[in-house]
């Protein structure tokens, strides 16, 4: 059995921050910036307080089989809830996209690869 890759965005608005939840987020801003965003295991956190209260977590996580994604979604969202809850940070409208990679299309250089071999 083959190993699937999953790429897991939750996303959500902050809601309810106090003026100093407020002033840290802007504080750490450069480290959240979307031009910085990845998928990662722990997941990473973009957002643009300036722009609105939306944000983003990106998570990559693996199974075996297609329904694994479920359960992948399933934690990222806990994981989210999990950072937001321990910095005591509000927020509303959370939920999640999870995309199998094995069953993404191809790229066009990925196609004139796998057609070259």
Excluded: C
Excluded at 35 to 57: I, V
Excluded at 66 to 78: F, H, K, M, P, V
């Amino acid at each position: 059995m083959t190993t699937r890759t999953f790429r897991i965005m939750v996303r959500g608005v902050f809601d309810g921050l106090s003026a100093e939840q407020h002033a840290e987020l802007l504080a750490r801003a450069a480290e959240h910036d979307v031009l910085r965003a990845a998928f990662t295991p722990e997941g990473h956190l973009s957002y643009d307080l300036t722009a609105r209260a939306a944000f983003t977590f990106r998570f990559l996580d693996s199974g075996e089989a297609e329904e694994d994604i479920l359960t992948a979604a399933e934690r990222a969202e806990q994981a989210a809830r999990g950072w937001l809850a321990e910095r005591g940070y509000g927020y509303k409208n959370l939920r999640s996209q999870a995309e199998d990679l094995s069953q993404a299309p191809l790229g066009k250089r990925q196609r004139r690869a796998a057609n070259a071999g």
